[in-house]
């Protein structure tokens, strides 16, 4: 037997033929998976109890794709802060008979269906139960509104559907488009003695767009099963309905008189029959003259932080001063080293002829050192930053040594604002709570301004004693010599050292202007004044009528480096 044998180009021939009749032969039909829902029809059935139950039949314009999913919205929010919550239940889906196992989940604000349709060769038909559609009205009537297509992730051609309804309905509307706009749809009707039902027509819809039913019952005909829930916004968190409103106002009254009673009770100042208590004044010494006397050694820093209740930079500005008058220190202004530059002056400690307080002794020490060195102002920032609150607090405990305060003022304020923050961040967080959880924020506020109330109105607590109080009364009568006693009726050679007395009370009370200009006025010579003045001493060309400018540059001066801080 003989074996036929092939030639390469054979071979070639052969490979060429196979391919073509592959190529050109009848091929096989292939199956698309559907893009478009061809029908979607609703029977529905409403009982009087108000639950909607839904069957939709879906059929598809080709092959089934792999899965249909459909998203039900489960809240609607109506005008103002207030949603409706609807529950859908019972959900199934069948295809020929045979069940499905549709994946539902539920996130709060929609249930979502998918339908595993891969291979389903005939309709799916889908079926659940819709609990808040039929909602009341306030004249008594009953509207059931559900949307029978919505959330489907394919396009529907046609859209039909027929409700069954137990009774008569009055109206019967239909709306149709995106969720956001709806318009009408292309056809509905019913609700006759002939055609009781009403039905639905519609299409074609995009994917995601709704078909939405509404029909409105008699009063008594339907049961109205909707629920509406409350939605937080800012406006209900804080409601000025009569009765959060009330409230707040009722607490912040209740509030604002409870610390106005408290003040008068613990932080008003003793009450006092007896006589202002003097602590200086012009006692006369000859036909029109008078000198100055301090009484009982009242210094002007003490009477300072008596008036305001404060050891402010004013009384220790005042303080100084009156260490310079009274000899334990002297001011001197040095030449500029040119027309613009800033002043500049030094401190020399002297050994003064009294007792001196101890807070006194404390500013004495930071600011002239008793090495008698002068120290220039330049330098009182380093030498005073951490002397100045050791001098407030022994100022403050001077004044209640002396018995004009029972306790100290500062202590006193710090108290209050203690309480006061307390209260503050208490209220803060009963606010957070209540415009969280109720609509009663409003009644936080109020206790937020009550809080504050204690924060800021609590610095006036201190209270002075009566001894303190009948002091107060005989600085009142101070502050009036010294703003309307004659400057010109010093003892005659004694004007320069009887006015300095006088300034250092000036500065703290009032007055100092017309003083300072007293000062000037006793100069009747054209001469230098550089060492006229024994606390203060300027360049050589200095005159007395440059005190007032120069002392209001160093009480800058000084002022800003000691409290700048």
Known sequence: MSRLTLTPLTRLLAGALVLAAVLLGPAAPRAFAADLVDRYAVEGSLAPDGT?????????DGAAPASLVQRFATTRQILGDREYVYRVSEVKA?????????????????????????????????????????????TGETTVAWRLLQGLSLPVK???????????IESVQCEAGPPASP???????????????????????????IVEAVMRFPAGAITANGQLRDLWTLGRAFSTEPAPLGLALA????????????????????????????????????????????????????????????????????????????????????????????????????????????????????????????????????????????VQDQLYDDVVALGWFARRPDQTRNSWFRIGFGLFVAA????????????????????????????????????????????????????????GHPTDQMPKGREL??????????????????WLKALVDADEDPDADSTDLDWYHGPADWHLSDLPASLSRLVTTIQGKLFAR
């Open 183 to 209: 318009g009408v749809c292309s056809f509905w009707g019913g609700g006759t003695h002939d055609h009781p039902n009403p039905t639905f027509n519609d299409g074609p819809r995009g994917a995601g767009e």
């Open 428 to 483: 803060v967080v009963v606010t957070v709570v209540l415009a969280a959880f109720t609509s009663f924020g409003l009644l936080g506020l109020a206790l937020v301004a009550v809080s504050l109330l204690v924060v800021f109105l609590g610095q006036e607590m201190p209270a002075r004693t009566s001894q303190g109080v009948a002091l107060l009364g005989g600085l009142g009568l101070l502050r009036a010599q010294l703003l």
């Open 251 to 390: 607490l912040l009254a209740l509030g604002g008189l409870a610390f106005w009673a408290l003040h008068r009770r613990i932080g008003r100042d003793a009450v006092t029959a007896g006589d202002p208590t003097l602590i200086a004044d012009f006692h006369p010494v000859g036909d029109g003259e008078a000198e100055f006397r301090v009484r009982n050694g009242i210094r002007p820093g003490q009477v300072g932080t008596l008036v305001d209740e404060r050891v402010d930079p004013v009384d220790v500005t005042a303080t100084l001063l009156d260490l310079a008058v009274r000899g334990h220190l002297r001011i001197e202004e040095l030449p500029k080293s040119s027309t613009y530059a800033e002043g500049q002056w030094t401190f020399t400690r002297r050994l003064g002829g009294d007792e001196l307080r101890p807070y006194e002794s404390t500013l004495l020490d930071a600011v002239a050192p008793s090495d008698g060195k002068p120290m220039a102002v330049s330098e009182l920032p380093a030498a005073i930053g951490a002397v100045i609150g050791d």
């Open 158 to 168: 046609e859209f039909t559907a027929t409700v069954q309804v137990p009774t008569m």
């Open 94 to 138: 069948t295809v020929g008979g045979q069940a499905l196992n549709p994946s539902v989940s539920d996130d709060g604000r929609y249930t979502t269906v998918t339908l595993p349709t891969q291979g389903a060769a005939e309709p799916v038909v889908l079926s659940y139960v819709v609990h808040g559609a039929a909602t009341a009205e306030p």
């Open 497 to 514: 050292a009887e006015l300095s007395e006088v300034l250092p009370y000036a500065v703290v009370l009032g007055g100092s202007e017309r």
């Open 52 to 60: 909607l139950s839904v069957q939709a039949t879906i059929s598809f």
